[in-house]
T-cell receptor, first 117, second 119 residues
């Protein structure tokens, strides 16, 4: 079945530090990959996405590249801010050959990021 | 435009009772999905509705059910509540069919959730 594995957290960084959150996946077919962010007391917000191999998703200074050969979609940001403190979720949705697809996202366990001034 | 609206935001119920949660998707969105979020299990898919039809269902017992109305609003119901049902229930909507959404990598828009506590 499908699965997403994220690096263990929590991650604590100082402001302006470089961020990497690792994400690897297992899926059949051709999944689309996503990063979602959840701020305290809120729902999930789509941060970025990629639909095929070698695609790079980017938003608000965050980037992730769809690596089919390593089945990875690591999240990076060059300089984090205190306001980036949140929980980050890697997720996939699966589309099978022939167009049959499934209306669900499979999420990783989430990585808590805390950024100190 | 208004986002995905979930009501109520917080709910406390007693074991054995039943509960109904509501989700109003973004105007024009026809697909609604439900997820359960707990510290132990993380985010788990419950079910998905498109044009009033259930399209997909996760691995939850039959006590969990849902429906979608002609205006795309959706409700989920949990009967005979158990302590383990305490969770944040999130609803997500998408404007297109799930087949199209997945093919083009369209992420869903989530609501802020309903926090259910079973005592």
């Amino acid at each position: 079945g499908n699965s997403v594995t994220q690096m263990e957290g929590p991650v604590t960084l100082s402001e302006e530090a470089f961020l990497t959150i690792n994400c690897t996946y297992t899926a059949t077919g051709y999944p689309s990959l996503f990063w979602y962010v959840q701020y305290p007391g809120e729902g999930l917000q789509l941060l970025l996405k990629a639909t095929k191999a070698d695609d790079k998703g980017s938003n608000k200074g965050f980037e992730a590249t769809y690596r089919k050969e390593t089945t990875s979609f690591h999240l990076e940001k060059g300089s984090v801010q205190v306001s980036d403190s949140a929980v980050y979720f890697c997720a996939l949705s699966r589309t099978l050959i022939g167009g049959t697809s499934y209306g669900k996202l499979t999420f990783g366990q989430g990585t808590i990021l805390t950024v100190h001034p | 435009k208004a986002g995905v609206t979930q009501t109520p935001r917080y709910l406390i119920k007693t074991r054995g009772q039943q509960v109904t949660l509501s989700c109003s998707p973004i105007s024009g969105h026809r697909s609604v999905s439900w997820y359960q979020q707990t510290p132990g299990q993380g985010l788990q898919f419950l079910f998905e509705y498109f044009s009033e039809t259930q399209r997909n269902k996760g691995n939850f017992p039959g006590r969990f059910s849902g429906r979608q109305f002609s205006n795309s609003r959706s409700e989920m119901n949990v009967s005979t509540l158990e302590l383990g049902d305490s969770a944040l229930y999130l609803c997500a909507s998408s404007p297109v069919s799930v087949a199209v959404a997945n093919r083009v990598g369209y992420g869903y828009t989530f609501g802020s959730g309903t926090r259910l506590t079973v005592v």
